[in-house]
């Protein structure tokens, strides 16, 4: 209990630098924000009304006060950008990125462990040679390209899937033929992120696997007579469940800050891009906001994941207690 209590008192002071240097790097870089909002033809009086409208003419420490209640109480403020309220925009995006990438990390979890298992399981065969080929060659590639080269082929040269968009322009009438035509222009994005991300997870399962089906216990149980089926899933994967759970926790952050990436290739409606889009914008309120969820997403998934091992492995509990 004592090590769980410090490690949420560490999260809580990551956060806290996390804040802090969210508003102070923003403001040291070059550029000037109210450049992306304000006609070059504008009075010098009107920008100093617009200053005074985003509160960029008070001094630094009272700028740091507000950003700081305002973060802490998720509103979070207005766009620079837009002139809306950063948690509506945020919110009117997250649905197209929670839909893009939560299919891809369970479809590439899933697909990684299961050629993982299959290749500890044949050793030295054909499958094996195929699987950490195939896992080598997934994430070898920058993502970009690879989503660039997809485009190309099935969006461009042969017109499988559309070029852009979360939907067709003007979109189709109909529940039905919206929804998918919803999912039509998400399956390639969804394809190129479950290719790039299945090799990592089939090496880690099969090295994992392969170790596991060594141990003692694993030729107890096969000596025992147990069935294949048993000896491998009861036995020796659930042995190496601890990590993979863990793993899928802390790979969920990455995968929404890889949404930078892939929203913006297959220009999508999604937080990634308006992340990318904030900060080319210097758009400080939307900037900050999207930085800060990420950070807090990234220190409750390494938090559950620490929970979440001592639940699953008996072993951590037995060492707690003692």
Known sequence: MNAFLKRVGGSIAVLAVVLALNFFIFRIMPGDPLTGIMDPRFSPEAKQQLA??????????????VYIKE???????????????????????????????????????????????????????????LVLTSGAVSFSFPSFFVQLLLLLCFAYLWPLFPLRGTSSVPPPAGGVKAFFDYLWHL??????LVFLSFGGWALYVRNMMVKALGEDYVLMARARGLSHRRVVWNHAFRSILPPVLTLLLLALPGVVSGAVITETVFSLHGAGRFLLEAINSHDYPSAGAAFFLLALLTVGCNLLADLLYVLVDPRVRREGAH
Do not use: C, H, Y
């Not at 399956?187 to 190129?192: G, I, N, Q």
């Open 52 to 65: 005074e409208q985003w509160g960029l003419d008070k001094p630094m420490a009272e700028q740091f006060v």
């Open 71 to 129: 973060m802490l109480s998720f509103r979070f403020g207005l766009s620079m950008m837009t002139g809306q309220p950063v948690w509506d925009e945020l919110r009117s995006r997250a649905a197209n990125t929670a839909a893009l990438l939560f299919p891809a990390l369970l479809l590439s979890a899933a697909l990684g462990i299961w050629l993982g298992v299959k290749a500890a399981l044949n050793r030295g065969s054909k499958t094996e040679r």
């Open 187 to 192: 399956t390639l994005p969804l394809f190129s």
